[in-house]
């Protein structure tokens, strides 16, 4: 177990003086630091492994010793854990360096527009304020002109039902015949379908122009 033990510890040792170099040297190559990164990985799958024998050996020393042997091991474990955490902490905060660098390169080399540009975007802005206003226009024209399709089709309505009536007296003078006056009531029961009809179809055109153009 002891040789198990110091050969763990060994590693734990060389992983910190990698980490440490990889802290302290900012001015490392890329290539030079993934090659450091990737043999602390290493070194870090190494020491998983030796605890595994280390767990294994020091269940087997003299009940005696074995409390001893424990505390060692998860002593090792403790120092691994801290190590880890720490590479991982350096790793993020090298991925949040490289991300600012590319961030300010892609700022620095980023071409700003021009006063003309921002001409030409105000223009197009005003063209579209113009379309939008003359769109409003026209459709309080179009809800001018249903509203007076509306007015025509009641007095048409108001005609209607003065002549039906009227029609009724004279039938009721003259004596007209039951089918002429079937004939009368059916029309003047189509007009008024046409009636409903055209104050239904308004409103339909009306309800659309509304929900697209405003």
């Given at each position: 177990?002891?040789?198990?033990?110091?050969?763990?510890n060994s590693y734990l040792?060389?992983?910190?003086?990698?980490?440490?170099?990889?802290?302290?040297?900012?001015?490392?190559?890329?290539?030079?630091?993934?090659?450091?990164?990737?043999?602390?990985?290493?070194?870090?799958?190494?020491?998983?492994?030796?605890?595994?024998?280390?767990?294994?050996?020091?269940?087997?020393?003299?009940?005696?010793?074995?409390?001893?042997?424990?505390?060692?091991?998860?002593?090792?474990?403790?120092?691994?854990?801290?190590?880890?955490?720490?590479?991982?902490?350096?790793?993020?905060?090298?991925?949040?360096?490289?991300?600012?660098?590319?961030?300010?390169?892609?700022?620095?080399?980023?071409?700003?527009?021009?006063?003309?540009?921002?001409?030409?975007?105000?223009?197009?802005v005003v063209q579209h304020?113009?379309?939008?206003?003359?769109?409003?226009?026209?459709?309080?024209?179009?809800?001018?002109?249903?509203?007076?399709?509306?007015?025509?089709?009641?007095?048409?309505?108001?005609?209607?039902?003065?002549?039906?009536?009227?029609?009724?007296?004279?039938?009721?003078?003259?004596?007209?015949?039951?089918?002429?006056?079937?004939?009368?009531?059916?029309?003047?029961?189509?007009?008024?379908?046409?009636?409903?009809?055209?104050?239904?179809?308004?409103?339909?055109?009306?309800?659309?122009?509304?929900?697209?153009?405003?």
């Amino acid at each position: 177990m002891e040789v198990c033990y110091y050969k763990t510890n060994s590693y734990l040792q060389e992983t910190q003086d990698l980490l440490s170099h990889l802290e302290k040297s900012s001015n490392l190559s890329a290539e030079d630091r993934e090659e450091i990164e990737q043999k602390i990985k290493e070194k870090f799958e190494k020491i998983n492994s030796n605890f595994d024998q280390l767990d294994i050996l020091a269940s087997k020393v003299p009940l005696t010793m074995r409390q001893s042997a424990k505390m060692k091991v998860d002593q090792l474990k403790y120092d691994a854990r801290h190590l880890s955490a720490a590479f991982d902490s350096w790793k993020y905060m090298n991925f949040q360096r490289q991300r600012e660098a590319s961030e300010r390169e892609e700022l620095l080399s980023r071409q700003f527009t021009t006063n003309d540009h921002v001409d030409i975007m105000i223009d197009h802005v005003v063209q579209h304020n113009t379309s939008v206003r003359n769109a409003v226009n026209g459709v309080d024209n179009m809800l001018e002109h249903g509203s007076d399709i509306l007015d025509n089709l009641r007095s048409q309505r108001t005609t209607l039902r003065g002549a039906h009536k009227r029609l009724i007296d004279i039938g009721n003078t003259v004596g007209l015949s039951n089918t002429t006056m079937r004939l009368i009531e059916q029309r003047v029961r189509s007009d008024s379908f046409v009636f409903f009809g055209g104050i239904f179809v308004t409103i339909l055109v009306l309800f659309i122009v509304v929900y697209y153009f405003l």
